[in-house]
Structures are given as C-alpha cells and as structure tokens.
C-alpha cells in the first residue's frame, strides 16, 4: 500500500541518528528531528498538520508489524467510517510473541454527585493468540502502540493535548474523536508487536526515568481529570498510578522517592551499616519501605538464615552478618525491595550447605527457597552467581552502557554493594585479604553509579586491601575463605553444586563453562 513514512527523532543518540540517515534513503523515511526532548504527544502535534493523507497511523518505536497490517486497518476505517481504529496487540519480547495485551479498550463511566468515575479496561488482556474469538467491533479507545486517526481526528486541534502526556493520552484521544462524531473500532484482522519486555539498557535509564516521572504521571492525570470533568481518586486512577509505580520498579533499580537528590551523595560509612535484622528494617523502615516491603525482607532473611546456616566470613563474623551488612548498604541508597531480597540471598547457590542427595538435589533446593526456577528473585540470583563472563565481555565494549541490561546494572549493584559489606564490615583488615573486589564491575562503577545517580556506592566499593598488611587474626587459626566448623574442623563453606550442573548442561552442549 503506497504510504508516507516520517520518524520523528526527539533526542536520538548519535549513533541512532547515524543509523537512520544511512537507511532512510532505503526504506524511503523522512526523518523530522526535534532537538528538544518532546513528549510524544507534543511529537504528534508538532506534525500534524504536515500529514495530508486521508488517514494517518501514529506507531511507537518498540513495535513489530506484522503482514497486512496497515491494508486491514485503513479498509476497517473506509468500511466503517471509524475515527480510531486499532490492532490486535501483542506483547512479548520478540516476533514470536503471542499474547493479547489489548484488542480493544472499554470505558465504565457513572456520574456522581461532583463529577465522573471512569475505568478503563483491555480487553482479553492476558489471553492467547487463537484461544479467543476476536470480531471487528466498536471500542471507546485503542492506544498509541499503533493507532489510525482520520486526518479530521488527527488535524482537531484539541486530540493532542500537550499537557496530558505521560498517562491516559489515547484515552482522551478516543473521548475526543466520539465528540468529533467519530466511532473508534478494533480490527483483529491487523495484529502488531509490542515489545514490552525487551529489556532496557543502562543508557536508556535517564530518558525512562524522564517519561515515567511520578511528576509527568500526576501532572498528566490532574490536567485529564480537568479536562474530561472526572474525580481524581482511586475510583479512576488507582489502577494508572499502580501501573507507573510498578513500570519504574520493575526497570528502575532506585525507588523513586528516594532517587537524588533526597538520598545520601557521599560515601557509606561504617557506622551506617548494619549487621542485624533489626537493624536492617529500622533503617528500611525510616528510608519509607513500606510494610509490605518489611514483610518481604523479613522472609528473604529467614531464608538467607536457613541457606547460610553455621557459617562464617574469613574474618570470623557469622555470615548472616555479611548477607544483612550487604542489604543494609541497598537499604541506604534507596534500593527497590526487590535488590534488597536479592541481596540477602545473593549467595544463595554458591554457600548453602550440600544435601545428600547431590549437586541436583541442593540446586533445586535452593531455587525453591528463593522463589522457584525462573523468578524474579532466582533469576537475580542466578544472574548474579554466573555474573563474572558476562561482566568481562561488557566492560571490553566501546558502547557497553547501549548494551548493558538493567537486568546487568542489578548483577552489578549487588556487586558492589557486596564488596562495600567487606570494605565497611572491617573484614579486608581483620583478613588481609588481596584478593576483594570484582574488577569487571568496579571498573565501570562511577559510570554505573553516576548514571543511577548513587555516586557513594562507587567510593564505597573501591577495594580497601591491607595490602598484604599482617591479619588482626593469626594466619594458623584463621581460614582463607567463608567457612562452617564441623566437629573441630574448618571447613569450607563453598558449593560448587551450581557450576557443576551448569557445566554439565554446557559439555551435554559442546561447551563448558567457567567455574568460579
């Protein structure tokens, strides 16, 4: 179908920008560049009146389209005279994907006394491609993923709204069409990709931060509760604030009401840290966790109890002690909860004591104590535990901050929030120990910390060997590594269960991994 392709760069890196003018004689794009960081609502206004086709699609930049996309929807508008028309839409990480994020949306409107509450709901969200029946049918919205308007929607000057940006802008832009005269439809014969759990890299951070900002966020729904005369309560924007909350916590690693500059700028000193579980949720508990968050701490402790059960840092200090000292250093930069639980188990499966029933059996439980296989908090773990290649392979990278995940930036976290425990907890003097730090993330530290803006977690991990200084404890008694005491034994607390059945997957594959 013969069309017109604009992108619109709003604040492009450079190597994007370089990326795109080299295409674009190819893929027959105009390139409009904005050198201010407009919202994209602002983007859409800005070109609106540029577009002199009879319909126009407005498509974010994280979608896949898939064939017969645009034909599908441009007849769904001639046919029905539609003002909006929207796809079915997927969400995955990939073009396999195959779950139905939304095929349409339903408002609930009830007038009371002062005004209106409004819900809005997706449709079959959750379901799967093929399990449900999916029909052309009118809807009160579809969203900006992949949206058609008729130039008379796109072109009313009111279907923009500069001041509602971050939040619910194609809901209004679905109210504004009905009182244009327009129906919005959903056409299920048009399906596109929304590739919402790709992961974002370290370099994105500062944008994400911008776009999902708790200011943006309120802003945008006082100026739609303004607008559309609806009572801002929980009623009608209970389930929007939970879902900015949820967004930032689950990409951001700092909460953001403790990002800079309401947190500590310097350095962790000693006496901030804590080594005990109730001082571990005195400090959460005057940083604003709230009491969920203290439950959840509490049981990643209880476990991280039982998993460390009996033993002992090199300096002597039970290892509970280090497990909590690690937390309490998350705790103080203002963390999301879910670091702090991960670094309560970061150890998890490479000191938990051996069952009998071998290396298969202590892994699986192991992965049930923090979560089971495959969750949240056993993937941090686990990415933790085998950190060390992949932490290598990036710090060698020119561009290693456009290839670092988020997901990486919380390896490294725990990291150095691990080895700020051993520079506070006096274990480098008490040990002389040489051989601290992890040089892979510690060299990318300040970058890392300056991005998240947490610059004293860098100072704090920078290794404070004794430089082969004699150890507080004599040599003889003391051991090199954490250790258990069996019978009048030292014996050392590490468990190579995880690598050996890693290892072992790896030959079964052609190759083997490191062991750490």
């Known amino acids: 179908m013969p069309m017109r392709l604009l992108y619109l760069d709003t604040g492009d890196p450079e190597w994007l920008r370089t990326k795109i003018a080299h295409r674009s004689g190819e893929w027959g794009l105009e390139v409009i560049r904005f050198d201010e960081p407009l919202w994209p609502n602002q983007a859409r206004r800005r070109i609106a009146d540029l577009i002199d086709t009879k319909y126009a699609v407005f498509m974010d930049n994280d979608v896949l389209v898939r064939p017969g996309w645009l034909e599908n929807l441009c007849a769904c508008a001639e046919e029905t005279g539609a003002g909006i028309v929207g796809p079915v839409y997927v969400w995955g990480s990939d073009a396999q994907a195959d779950v139905i994020h939304m095929a349409g949306g339903d408002l609930t409107v009830r007038r009371v006394d002062d005004g209106f509450i409004m819900r809005d709901k997706h449709r079959h969200l959750g379901a799967k491609l093929g399990q449900v029946a999916l029909h052309r049918r009118e809807c009160d919205y579809v969203e900006f993923h992949c949206m058609l308007m008729r130039r008379e929607v796109f072109r009313a000057p009111s279907v923009f709204d500069e001041d509602i940006v971050c939040v619910q802008e194609h809901i209004h832009a679905g109210l504004v069409a009905r009182a244009l005269g327009f129906k919005a439809f ?12 790709v992961p974002y890299a370290l370099s994105e951070l500062p944008v994400f931060r911008w776009r999902w900002s708790f200011e943006a966020g309120e802003s945008s729904i006082r100026a739609f509760a303004n607008r559309w005369g609806v009572i801002d309560d929980a009623r009608s924007f209970g389930s929007v ?50 009491a969920q968050d203290l439950e959840l701490i509490k049981a990643a ?44 188990l970061h150890a998890a499966y490479t000191h938990a004591p051996p069952l009998e029933g071998g290396p298969e059996e202590t892994v699986d439980l192991v992965a049930r104590r923090i979560g089971g296989l495959g969750s949240a908090l056993e993937s941090a773990v686990r990415a933790y535990t085998v950190r060390s290649t992949r932490w290598r392979k990036l710090s060698g990278l020119p561009n290693w901050q456009d290839v670092a995940t988020t997901a990486d930036i919380d390896t490294a976290i725990l990291s150095l929030a691990n080895d700020t425990d051993i520079n506070l907890s006096g274990e480098l003097r008490a040990t002389g120990r040489t051989d601290a730090g992890d040089s892979a993330t510690l060299s990318k530290a300040s970058e890392i910390c300056q991005i998240l803006g947490v610059p004293g977690l860098a100072e704090g991990a920078k290794s404070r060997s004794a430089d082969g200084e004699p150890a507080i404890g004599p040599n003889k008694i003391r051991s090199k590594g954490s250790f258990r005491i069996e019978g009048t034994k030292f014996v050392s607390m590490g468990n190579p269960s995880f690598f050996q059945i890693e290892n072992s997957k790896r030959k079964a594959g052609g190759t083997e991994s490191e062991l750490r």
């Open 241 to 290: 604030r939970e879902f900015l909350e949820q967004h930032r916590a689950q990409v951001d690693p700092v909460r953001a009401s403790l990002q800079a500059p309401h947190i500590s700028q310097g350095a962790m000193r000693e006496s901030d840290l804590k080594q005990t579980l109730t001082g571990l949720l005195e400090m959460a508990l005057s940083k604003g966790y709230t």
């Open 301 to 344: 402790y209880w476990n991280a109890l039982w998993l460390s059960n009996g033993g002992y840092r090199p300096c002597g200090r039970p290892f509970i002690n280090h497990l909590v000292g690690t937390a309490s250093v998350l705790v103080h930069y203002g963390f999301e909860t879910r670091l702090v639980q991960a670094g309560l």
């Open 186 to 197: 959903f056409e299920p014969a048009a399906t596109v990709n929304y590739l919402a759990f």
